[in-house]
């Protein structure tokens, strides 16, 4: 098939569990219900896919408050009682974040249950993200490995260990998300591939690197107003990204700037071209999505194109969310039509 489409990983929570606390305080609610209530939205997340025909199937990361928090959770080393201030993305913004204060060991599985739920209801290949090894050393504090590189490849091997697991279990395709590949680009060359290499190594699935320029949100659309009209960044480290094993990598194509002829760079690569835009509210028609495809296309073979969005939609409003959801299955729909 050409131009099967997936998403780059999340999708918005539904109301009742994005704040579970404010809406089941009256009823103290049991861990019980909290994990059905998961479930529940996992599964809505796979059906809402479904509908919109979606090929490559995430579970929304329903179970999870953020991106990385969410892995660093069931990691024993890290101290989520005492978080401090650190800037985050070069000082791009500041967050409070947790410490790593002793050895990282993982604490048994982290997504098993999200994977196994999603898995067992859906015949589609499904895909789930993990964070980079980069992009973790970049969202939390060092209170105990002292030296950068050496933590990034002490995560990397807890993500590789969870990621055979995710195998195991079932999953087509395992992204790890490295926003941060696009901050610190000297040492992306210099260790970052190699940590990435290291996290994934051993895998048999397909797998894929997420790099972007960020959600939607103030700091990030603060920072690109900065960039100017062409954003280049990426010149600088996908021909390391080229020479990696690593098999696709899923990049932000719609309204980002980036000069689609840099694409080009990732020989052999399958590309996720993000045809959704997750910085803006504005819907994209399906032909919207058949005209960046069509660009991208002069770039990148056919055959190694994904459509995708730009990046995880959890920070939008839900029904624009949805809405640019069945965009990207009807304008794949539509690209394979006319361009096929």
């Known amino acids: 098939m050409l131009f099967p489409t997936t998403i780059a990983g999340s999708l918005p929570k539904p109301e009742w569990l994005a ?6 305080a009256p009823w103290k609610s049991s861990g019980d219900e909290l994990a059905r209530a998961k479930r529940d939205a996992t599964l809505l997340a796979l059906k809402l896919q479904d509908d919109a025909g979606i090929d490559i199937v995430t579970e929304g990361e329903q ?3 953020h991106f990385v928090h969410g892995f660093l959770e069931r990691i024993e080393g890290i101290d989520f009682a005492h978080k401090v201030e650190m800037g985050i993305r070069k000082d791009r913004y500041k967050a409070m974040v947790p410490q790593v204060v002793a050895p990282l060991r993982l604490k048994g599985r982290v997504h098993a249950e999200e994977a196994r739920i999603a898995r067992t209801h859906t015949a589609r290949q499904l895909k789930f993200t993990l964070p980079g090894p980069m992009t973790i050393i970049d969202t939390l504090a060092d209170k105990y490995y002292g030296d950068r590189v050496k ?4 995560f990397a091997e807890l993500l590789n260990e969870e990621a055979k697991a995710l195998q195991a279990d079932g999953v087509d395709v395992i992204q790890f998300d490295e926003p941060a590949f696009n901050v610190f680009m000297d040492e992306v060359s210099d260790w970052g591939i190699k940590a990435l290499e290291r996290a994934a190594e051993g895998l048999t699935c397909a797998t894929a690197v997420h790099i972007c320029y960020g ?5 990030n659309t603060d920072w690109k107003a900065t960039l100017g009209n062409e954003w280049r960044q990426y010149e600088d480290i996908f021909p390391a990204i080229a020479d990696s094993p690593i098999q696709q990598v899923a990049i932000e194509c719609r309204n980002s700037h980036v000069p689609l002829e840099l694409l080009g760079l990732l020989k052999g690569k399958v590309v996720q071209a993000g ?3 997750v910085a803006s509210d504005t819907v994209e028609t399906a032909e919207d999505v058949v005209k960046v495809i069509d660009e991208v296309a002069k770039f990148v073979p056919k055959s190694n194109i994904v459509a995708t969005t730009n990046c995880g939609m959890a920070p939008m409003h839900r029904d624009i969310a949805e809405a640019k959801l069945m965009a ?3 304008g794949a729909a539509l690209a394979r039509e006319r361009l096929g």
């Open 63 to 65: 179970s999870r408050q």
């Open 328 to 330: 990207l299955g009807a």
């Open 151 to 154: 933590m990034a490849f002490a």
């Open 275 to 277: 045809v959704i835009d």
């Open 19 to 24: 704040e579970p606390n404010r809406l089941w």
């Open 215 to 219: 959600y939607g949100i103030k700091a």
